[in-house]
């Protein structure tokens, strides 16, 4: 009989637990404060500077060990499409889905991303697909239509990006939903390289080729922009963005991982949609509605639906 593998045990798991947490709250917290930086930054431009400062930091990421293989031309597409997806358009999406409809929105579309997991790992690996996945993406439509097409979504946007933002209420979600899927999409297509080289080293390549992507668009929009106008404030919650998405969430969520198996980590997603929907509410003001409250309940119910330890597993990251 094998001896109790002291690295599962309860001291261990809690601080597995205590990491992926934390990890996914970050996610969230960074979401809804990327906010107030798009009523600064042109979003081109705020994505660029977000991949040139990470890219910076990461600097040490790029030296390859010894045991890892020489990118060839197969892991070299691989590192752009998850780049593309995962990087370039999801930076896109988001950042104009959350300017068109808050930082509490955010979190509750962004919430579908569990389950959009599940649904491409079923499509595109042939993983099976069970009844709560299915009722988990149901949950997510309806979450995603009582924000936009709801009896109080209109006035909700209103409220958080003015009148004359809030023309087309659907917009908003809808490039969040966009923004979900291609995170879903780096998911499934870093599942192969995850297993040839280091997630540090993974993620400094892919921030970098990010970055070269969002080059041109950023140069374009820096050209027009008044740089002088920008407050120190507003500096520092750029580098806290540009480091918690390419860095520090990622890190904590994989030393989670460590402690905690990787079927049982999906339920932390939960963290994500809090996280964005509490910055958004008590830190950036944006109203709390009935509405509201029904979809962002819809939101956790499916990824509770998608993550629970047993059955069905979304994936090692989300």
Not at 124 to 135: F, V
Not at 263 to 285: E, Q, W
Request: glycine fraction near 10%; charged fraction near 10%.
């Amino acid at each position: 009989m094998r001896a109790p593998n002291p690295a599962v045990g309860t001291q261990d798991r809690l601080i597995g637990y205590a990491l992926l947490t934390s990890g996914m709250g970050l996610v969230g917290t960074y979401v809804a404060l990327s906010r107030p930086l798009t009523d600064v930054f042109p979003v081109f431009l705020l994505a660029w500077l977000r991949f040139g400062i990470a890219a910076v930091v990461m600097l040490p990421w790029l030296v390859r060990p010894e045991h890892e293989p020489r990118p060839n031309r197969a892991i070299w597409r691989d590192l752009i499409l998850l780049s593309l997806f995962g990087n370039f358009l999801f930076s896109i999406f988001m950042l104009y889905g959350v300017a068109l409809s808050g930082a509490a929105t955010a979190g509750v579309v962004l919430a579908s991303i569990p389950a959009l997991v599940a649904l491409l790992s079923w499509w595109m690996l042939g993983e099976r697909l069970q009844w709560r996945t299915g009722l988990a993406i149901a949950l997510a439509i309806a979450g995603m239509l009582l924000l936009s097409v709801g009896p109080s979504g209109a006035r909700v946007f209103e409220e958080v990006v003015g009148s004359e933002r809030a023309e087309r209420p659907w917009l908003g979600p809808l490039l969040l939903f966009g923004c979900a899927c291609c995170e879903a999409l780096y998911v499934i297509l870093g599942k192969g390289l995850s297993g040839i080289m280091s997630a540090r080293r993974i993620s400094a390549l892919i921030n970098l080729v990010g970055w070269a992507l969002m080059t041109p668009l950023g140069i374009w929009q820096a050209l027009y922009f008044d740089f002088s106008s920008v407050g120190a404030g507003s500096w520092a919650l750029l580098v806290f963005y540009a480091l918690a998405a390419s860095m520090i969430s990622t890190w904590l969520w994989l030393s989670g991982l460590r402690h905690v198996p990787a079927s049982h980590s999906g339920v932390f997603a939960l963290a994500m949609p809090l996280a964005a929907s509490g910055v958004g509410v008590l830190a950036l003001g944006e109203p709390l509605s009935i509405t509201f409250g029904i979809a962002l309940g819809c939101a956790c119910t499916g990824i509770v639906l998608v993550a629970w330890p047993g059955r069905v597993r979304a994936s090692d990251r989300f």
